[in-house]
C-alpha cells in the first residue's frame, strides 16, 4: 500500500435498478432522463448502463438548478 498517495476509485457502471435505487427514481423517470440528455448513459451489449461519473454530474446540475 502506498502511503499518502489516494488511488483512483475503479469506474463503475451502474444499471437502471441500481441507478433508480441512488437516485430514488422510477424505471420511465431514470429512462427520460437519459432520452433528453440530462443523464449520460452507454451501451454495453444489450444492456444500458450509467457511469457513477454521469450520476455526480446528473446530482451537481441538480444542486446547480436549485440555486
Known amino acids: 500500500m502506498t502511503s499518502g498517495a ?13 441507478t433508480m435505487e441512488l437516485l430514488s427514481l422510477s424505471r420511465s423517470v431514470i429512462y427520460e432522463l437519459i432520452r433528453s440528455g440530462r443523464l449520460r448513459s452507454v451501451q454495453e451489449g444489450r ?4 457511469p457513477g461519473s454521469a450520476i455526480a454530474e446528473y446530482i451537481a446540475l441538480l444542486e446547480s438548478e436549485a440555486r
Open 47 to 50: 444492456s444500458r448502463r450509467i
Open 6 to 18: 489516494a488511488e483512483a476509485p475503479p469506474v463503475r457502471l451502474y444499471r437502471v435498478s441500481e
